[in-house]
């Protein structure tokens, strides 16, 4: 906490001189996200300063805490407590902030099981494009008061507003972890991974790379066990493995030249016919292609099935990166934006060039 | 805005060359039914009542009306608790009953697309059979809508840990009020773009119209049992629940009823509660076989070293549904000893139960009103149930003010006014107490990109800073002076 690390009075005067003077901002926290989107543009607008847990009490399963606090600071105070934030966010880096995974809805492998970054966020401070300082939801677990501008913070890339403060809901550490392995091909993982999901199986992860699938299982020790007996398969190491996949360490996230897309697709959907390497998250939802694909095939092919497409890495930013919006979507999106920052100055097109 | 001279007899007319005529009602006797939601304290007759039953007719009803500058309002099975249906008597109503069709069911990917109409618990029967429901259960889920659900983001007793409406549903198909069609959201687990998703959950028809949903399913789980736990002090009680997150578990539904509520329902269902008890949890626990069996060991011994009086475990499937009965049967059980209740729904942090519970008893003694609290523990959403003789002068209005005073100090521990029934009609002044300016102008803002003319349920949901600064009274948020822009006299 202290007052040292409250940086919103001087966050706010720096909103307010830049959109007095029509200055384009690129919003910074620590830096490790600054791959994601389009290639930013404007002055670099630095928020890590505003940092530091304001509240938590474990009974009440809530954490306060302001942007600029790293996720790593998060996590250790919640581990010591014997609880999670449940999407389990990727770092992508030491100095990654709770502001940017909110900024950016990362979410890693027990999102499918869990929720993602959006469902755990609770209430948001934050500071309009005119420096005005906005406070939505709160800090308690169902609130339908006024229209849920927190969650329509979540991903939107700053492009709407500098986050000030953030309150999540955690959830308790679950007692017994193990992962089993399957020899299994992409196609016959993909309809295993979602037999389990549709059954009362205590699921935590599941994601196919290679020739093996692996199932993460998360509960108590005897229910672990329980359903351990019945899915079979190999019990294989159970920490790393999750953590380079979350952190996008495994071998198939290394570029070798390749642009890496990111597919958000229904996860029963069978493996798409697009050249490259494809690793399977998610339990089937997500499906990271590294390919030399144009944006168009891969884009027309995800829409076919119902999902959206992301360039991750590696390709072209100065392009569209984020899945094309119909028109009339687009224009609600231009109105959105310009009703939070009218002089259109935060985060410009950083995910679409219209915007 | 509106202007006073709109021809009824012209919008009859053209709604019904495209309608049929009996899909358009406007003489009294058929108007009646719709004047008001489940809250029956506010009712107003609308201009006139429309049923279309496709979406293209619906696109049709929107554009006319923006033409004309009619606004409109929308209505699912009219079981909301705040009024947000509520007519308006220059609005069509526009009644979404006749979308009333399950239009797929994807077992593999464990989704349906469904009408508006649908009934919440017709979802879950549809699927049952292969062994998914859809998880939200407000405990009207044998009448409300799903439409009404997305608009009010619905909860019910088990979204401690399986989340709310916004949580289960994957995409919208939605109507703007120029008639334009959107697609919100996806089939895949998230979507390109802003999360409208769920800045739509929860809007109370003001920003579009919901014409399809795909909800997300879940598994049946495998195994249930439910625990019920006696207190003689509210504050172990509560502080029962936080012991139960610190041993790792989040159970699938957590209640607490306090002791005016456990002598009212069980004279009533005879539901086999220990009536002396300052409060009772009702702890459910699901899972697989072994997982809740060990859970149910561990909370047992739990609430004992919490101080509880008495701990039962529901033996078998009929005692685990008596026990439940008595809860389910709270405002039923209030409705049988008083001529009227009004039912709050603000949302605490839990360690403020005590304090929360202290205070309502003594406005509740200042006002001369009782006051019956049934609560979603897990969650901290408070319910509680104001009794009231409507027939009695002055006492709807006592009534009022006693809530207002309930839903401030919900506001004052650090909640909310409203965890799941939504603002409408009914808590619009309360909102005044919520939010400060800044706030109210950014929802308004919203509201303006999607409805310019502010056609959509006007008037519900989010007071106008006028009406805020003529409540006097106001909040003053960090010294600042509340509605600068306004004119002072």
């Not at chain 1, 902030?97 to 027990?110: E, I, K, M, Q």
Request: hydrophobic share 40%; charged share 20%.
């Amino acid at each position: 906490m202290g007052e040292q690390n409250d940086a919103s009075s001087e966050l706010a005067a720096g909103l307010v001189r830049a959109a007095a003077e029509g200055t384009p901002l690129a919003i910074v926290g620590g830096g490790s996200k600054s791959f994601l989107g389009r290639t930013p543009e404007g002055e670099p607008f630095h928020v890590r300063a505003h940092r530091g847990i304001v509240a938590y009490e474990p009974t009440e399963l809530v954490i306060t805490a302001r942007a600029g606090t790293t996720l790593a600071e998060i996590e250790k105070v919640l581990t010591d407590s014997g609880q999670m934030l449940a999407f389990e966010p990727p770092h992508f880096g030491a100095t990654a902030t709770l502001g940017g995974t909110v900024a950016s809805a990362l979410s890693g492998p027990r999102r499918p099981y869990a929720g993602a970054a959006r469902d755990f966020v609770l209430g948001v401070k934050m500071l309009s494009g005119e420096g005005r300082t906005l406070t939505f939801g709160g800090q308690v677990m169902k609130n339908v008061a006024g229209y849920d501008m927190s969650r329509l913070m979540v991903g939107a890339m700053g492009t709407l507003g500098v986050l000030l403060e953030i309150s999540l809901k955690v959830l308790p550490l679950p007692a017994q972890t193990t992962t089993l392995g399957f020899p299994l091909d992409a196609a016959a993982a993909i309809e295993q991974m979602n037999a389990w999901a549709g059954k009362p199986v205590p699921l935590s992860g599941a994601y196919h790379d290679k020739d093996r699938l692996f199932v993460r299982l998360s509960g108590t020790a005897r229910g672990v066990a329980q359903s351990v007996e019945r899915l079979g398969g190999d019990v294989v190491e159970n920490g790393r493995r999750w953590h380079e996949l979350r952190e996008h360490k495994l071998e198939h996230f290394e570029p070798g030249g390749k642009a890496l897309w990111r597919l958000s697709v229904p996860p029963a959907t069978p493996p798409m016919a697009l050249p490259g390497e494809t690793l399977i998250d998610w339990g089937g939802a997500l499906r990271w292609l590294k390919s030399e694909c144009q944006g168009e095939e891969i884009r027309a092919a995800v829409s076919r099935v119902g999902g959206h497409a992301m360039l991750y890495r590696e390709g072209d930013r100065a392009g569209e990166v984020y899945h094309p919006l119909s028109g009339p979507l687009l224009k609600l999106h231009q109105r959105l934006k310009a009703s939070f920052d009218p002089k259109g100055i935060l985060n410009r097109g950083r995910i679409y060039s219209e915007l | 805005m509106a202007s006073g001279a709109i021809d009824r007899n012209a919008l009859v007319a053209e709604f019904r060359s495209f309608l049929g005529a009996d899909s358009v009602l406007h003489d009294a006797e058929e108007l009646k039914p719709y004047e008001c939601d489940g809250l029956t304290a506010y009712r107003q007759t609308p201009l006139l009542v429309v049923l279309p039953e496709t979406i293209e007719q619906v696109q049709r009803v929107l554009r006319v009306c923006a033409e004309n500058q009619v606004p409109v309002v929308a209505r699912g099975a009219g079981t909301g608790l705040s009024g947000g249906a509520l007519p308006l008597a220059d609005g069509v109503l526009l009644v979404l009953a006749k979308f009333n069709r399950i239009l797929s069911i994807d077992t593999e990917n464990r989704t349906a697309r469904v009408q508006p109409g649908v009934r919440n618990l017709a979802i879950s029967e549809a699927v049952d059979a292969y062994g998914l429901y859809y998880a939200p259960d407000p405990s009207s889920q044998i009448a409300c809508s799903i439409g009404g659900n997305v608009a009010e983001n619905a909860g019910g007793l088990h979204c401690l840990k399986y989340g709310l409406t916004v949580h289960n549903i994957l995409a919208l198909e939605v109507l703007t009020i120029d008639g334009e069609r959107l697609t919100i959201g996806a089939q895949s687990l998230d979507a390109a773009g802003y999360d409208l998703l769920a800045l739509l959950t929860g809007s109370e028809g003001l920003l579009a119209i919901i014409v399809e949903i795909t909800v997300r399913l879940l598994p049946k789980p495998e195994c249930v049992r439910l625990l019920l736990a006696a207190f003689d002090d509210v504050g172990l009680a509560g502080a029962a629940v936080g012991k139960i997150f610190a041993q790792g578990i989040i159970p699938g539904g957590l209640e607490m009823m306090d002791n005016a509520a456990i002598r009212v329902t069980d004279d009533f269902v005879q539901a086999g509660y220990p009536t002396d008890a300052a409060a009772i949890l009702l702890c459910e626990l699901d899972g697989t076989e072994n997982e809740v069996v060990e859970q149910v060991g561990l909370i047992s011994s739990l609430f004992q070293d919490c101080g509880a009086t008495e701990v039962r475990v529901a033996r078998d499937e009929a005692e685990r549904q008596r026990f439940w009965a008595g809860r389910k049967a709270a405002f039923p059980a209030v409705g049988k000893i008083s001529p009227d209740y009004y039912c709050m729904d603000g949302t605490i942090p839990r360690r403020e139960l005590p304090r929360v519970l202290t205070r309502t008893a003594e406005l509740s003694e200042e006002y001369g009103l009782p006051v019956v609290n049934v609560f979603h523990a897990g969650d901290g959403n408070l319910h509680p149930l104001i009794l009231y003789d409507a027939n009695k002068d002055g006492e709807v209005e006592r009534v009022e003010e006693l809530g207002a005073k309930i839903l401030e100090l919900c506001v004052e521990v650090g909640g909310t006014i409203t965890g799941e029934h939504g603002v409408g009609i009914e808590k619009i002044d309360q909102m005044c107490v919520q939010f400060a300016a800044a706030e109210l102008h950014h929802f308004h803002a919203v509201k303006s990109a999607f409805d310019k003319h502010t056609l959509l349920n006007p008037g519900k949901a989010v007071p106008t800073l006028t009406r805020c600064a003529e409540l006097g009274g106001m909040h003053v948020h960090g010294g600042e002076l509340p509605f600068p822009d306004l004119e002072r006299f």
